[in-house]
């Protein structure tokens, strides 16, 4: 198809091209109109003193040893359940790796609480929501062995929440849908060009022998 071809058979059927532009406009007002995510994370480590009478603070377990059991703790599914009857609906909680990928070396027991919610407001207290847990848990942990209350081990605050949106009114977003329906457009124009001029020429026929 010749460049006066193209051009006529979107001149032709400019409606086509009106219909997808209507559509793509749809799209582009749902993509102004979807709503703001906002994820939060805040990182903990976790604190111990050298006090005898605390079972966690012999040599086996270690530190980063608690930090992955409190963080399987908060992440098993009973307590999923009560934190997410509790209002957050998506947290996670993972131990942070300091060593390489293959070979995880965990030399620092930290840890990272994340969570999402609609409002910035929201995200921070779910976040403080599962942050308290984890301190719940760790207690409990220890209470459950009979530790020296002077000697338990705590979880001390590395850096604090700040929500940050991660779904909005994005510019690419934007640009992708007005691609898509110039594309799909332009596709959709060449793909009936022909069927429509059949149809045209058949009516045509019609209306003489009438």
């Given at each position: ?42 990182g903990f ?48 909680v ?20 994340c ?13 403080r ?15 459950a062995?009979?530790?020296?209350p ?48 059949r ?12």
């Amino acid at each position: 198809m010749s460049a006066v071809e193209f051009a006529a058979a979107l001149r032709r059927r400019w409606y086509v091209l009106a219909l997808v532009g209507l559509c793509t406009v749809v799209a582009i007002f749902a993509v102004h109109k979807r709503s703001i995510v906002y994820v939060a994370c805040q990182g903990f480590y976790v604190s111990g003193s050298a006090l005898d009478g605390n079972v966690y603070l012999d040599s086996n377990p270690s530190l980063p040893m608690v930090t992955g059991m409190v963080t399987q703790t908060v992440m098993s599914q009973p307590v999923q359940q009560k934190i997410h009857a509790a209002g957050v609906t998506d947290y996670d909680v993972t131990q942070t790796n300091t060593g390489e990928i293959r070979f995880p070396a965990y030399t620092e027991p930290t840890l990272q609480v994340c969570a999402s919610a609609a409002t910035p407001q929201s995200v921070l207290a779910a976040t403080r929501l599962v942050s308290a847990d984890l301190h719940a848990e760790l207690r409990q942990m220890q209470v459950a062995q009979h530790a020296d209350p002077n000697s338990f081990l705590k979880i001390v605050s590395l850096f604090p929440a700040a929500p940050v949106p991660i779904l909005g009114h994005n510019t690419l977003a934007y640009v992708g849908v007005l691609l898509f329906g110039a594309v799909a457009g332009i596709a959709l124009t060449l793909w009936s060009d022909p069927w429509l001029t059949r149809r045209d020429r058949r009516r045509r026929a019609q209306g003489s022998k009438g």
